[in-house]
């Protein structure tokens, strides 16, 4: 059992390394502290009453934890909220026009037929459904490194697990997903 002290002098001791390791992987300093902060707030929350000598590892766990639910929360954001303030601000001093946006995104998608884009949209279900259908750890590192786009370091620190152990998980994702979408007919 960790006394208040001793977990108030293990959070001192792993304060600079942790804003270092979440600078590093979410590269802004902000974001970074509210990671650390949310991590040692959790540490001592749900698990101050554990053993001092337990406590380097679950904190790592958690500031991995914290660190990948930043950038799902990213993630999220940036596809719920795809920069409508740019379209509504009418500012045009930082190179942001409108018009050249719509035209890009809307080119490919002017050329294409209703059979072309109804049989993408079919095949991108069926990739889904095959994701959603893999083991819980083989999602997770395919997730991560190919749609996060993670590196396999990264991947292997929010995982808790080897470099290797990443490797294998996405390999075997990769040969699982291509069987199953080979099944049905899905070459890519």
């Known amino acids: ?22 600078v590093y992987h979410v590269r802004n300093d902000e974001s970074a502290l509210d990671i650390v902060q949310d991590s040692m707030m959790k540490l001592a929350e749900h ?8 406590l380097p590892m679950l904190f790592q766990r958690i500031l991995s934890n914290c660190t990948l639910d930043w950038f799902r929360r990213q993630k999220t954001q940036r596809a719920l909220f795809s920069t409508m303030s740019d379209f509504e601000s009418g500012v045009e001093d930082d190179g942001f026009d409108l018009l050249e946006t719509l035209h890009a995104s809307n080119n ?12 993408r949209a079919q095949t991108l279900r069926e990739i889904e459904i095959e994701v959603q259908q893999l083991p819980a750890r083989q999602r ?23 470099q290797g152990s990443v490797k294998t998980h996405c390999s075997r994702a990769v040969h699982a997903l291509g069987k199953a979408l080979n099944a049905k007919g899905i070459r890519l």
Not at 1 to 22: I, T
Not at 108 to 119: R, Y
Not at 140 to 162: I, K, N
């Open 140 to 162: 997770e590192a395919f997730l991560m490194r190919y749609w996060e786009e993670m590196d396999v370091a990264e991947t292997a620190a929010a995982m808790g697990c080897s």
């Open 47 to 54: 698990y101050g009453h554990k053993p001092i000598e337990e």
């Open 108 to 119: 490919g998608e002017q050329n294409e037929s209703a059979e072309t884009h109804t049989s």
């Open 1 to 22: 059992m960790a006394s208040e002290r001793e977990l108030s002098d293990f959070l001192k001791s792993v304060e600079k390394r942790a804003f270092k390791r979440s």
